[in-house]
Every structure is written in structure tokens, then in C-alpha cells.
């Protein structure tokens, strides 16, 4: 069964922060996918550097709907590494790259338990 949410609308009296899509992303995949992009074709964007992404950690993009000046929506045991916010409206749109707090963990104790 499809479940149906009522979100606020994306109108100037937007307030607060609402989550668009969020998804796993590595490297492997963007090589994978291999399609150019000529940047001159934007407004903006949000550029990833192939240096960001490692096989050997749990990264998220994420893309929220803020309110003026707002923050991203929480996401536990991670930490931004990288964000763009697109202020050319109301509600802004933030986009975020996460990476997993248990993927340091993981790195500080050399690829084993702990």
C-alpha cells in the first residue's frame, strides 16, 4: 500500500526542514554511471569531488527543503563533509554530504573490532 503524507506546501510560509530523498552514494557508482555534465547548463550546482568519495566509507547525499536560513535535518551518528544551500527561493534547498560516524570508527580502530 502507497502511503500519502501531508507535507507543508514550498510557498514562502515554509518553515522548518523536510527531507526530499536521501541515498547512499560512492564512488563506484558515479564511475559507473560516467555521464558528463557541463556545468555552464545550471544556475548552480553541488559538485562532489572524486576525492570525496572512498570505497571505504558509508557517504549519504541528502536534499532537504529549509526554511530561511535553516539547517539540514538531523542525521544520527554521521557528520557533514561537504553542503550547498540553493537560496534563490523560498523554501532554500540544502544539499548535504554525510559520512557515517561508524565508518570513522571503523578507521580508527584499523578495519577491526574494537
Not at 506546501?9 to 526530499?20: I, K, S
Not at 572524486?50 to 571505504?56: K, Y
Request: proline share 5%; hydrophobic share 45%.
Amino acid at each position: 500500500m502507497l502511503r500519502v503524507y501531508q507535507r507543508p506546501r514550498p510557498d514562502a510560509a515554509f518553515e522548518g526542514v523536510e527531507n526530499v530523498v536521501t541515498t547512499p552514494i560512492s564512488l563506484e557508482e558515479v564511475c559507473a554511471i560516467n555521464q558528463a555534465m557541463d556545468p555552464a547548463e545550471f544556475a548552480e550546482i553541488f559538485e562532489i569531488s572524486g576525492h570525496a568519495l572512498h570505497t571505504d566509507r558509508q557517504q549519504t547525499v541528502a536534499i532537504d527543503l529549509v526554511e530561511a536560513g535553516g539547517k539540514e535535518m538531523w542525521k544520527p551518528a554521521s557528520r557533514v563533509l561537504s553542503q550547498k544551500a540553493f537560496t534563490d527561493a523560498v523554501p532554500w534547498i540544502l544539499v548535504t554530504l554525510w559520512e557515517d560516524d561508524f565508518a570513522l570508527e571503523i578507521r580508527r580502530c584499523g578495519g577491526g573490532c574494537c
